[in-house]
């Protein structure tokens, strides 16, 4: 039990801080924040952190998980095991058939 301990310290004192102009450009990368369905029925925050929250209807955390951009595609990894993808096109993300718009 004491080496997986000392392990983790290890592991955690060798995984650099992120930089503050990092965490910056993440937060303003033009793709962070919210997109909504038209009906405003599928909210996807998209959040500085790499993470995403999904919202549907009244369910506020339907689906959470990280994501990565690459240019203008999206790559999403839900905590539950599946994946998805989708594309910015024109400002408005193309996503599992949906189609989501900033508010």
Partial sequence: MQRVFAAMIVATLLIPPARAEETEL???H??????????????HEL???SRYIEA?????RAYEGRYE???THIEYW????????????????H?????LYRP
Wanted: proline letters at 4%.
């Fill in 26 to 28: 993440k937060a303003n």
């Fill in 30 to 43: 033009p793709y962070v924040g919210l997109w909504v369905t038209q009906d405003g029925h599928i909210r």
């Fill in 47 to 49: 959040l500085p952190s």
């Fill in 56 to 60: 549907r209807g009244t369910r506020e």
């Fill in 69 to 71: 951009v690459t240019g």
């Fill in 78 to 93: 839900d905590d539950t095991g599946f994946t998805a993808d989708g594309d910015f096109i024109d400002d408005v993300l």
């Fill in 95 to 99: 996503h599992a058939g949906m189609i």
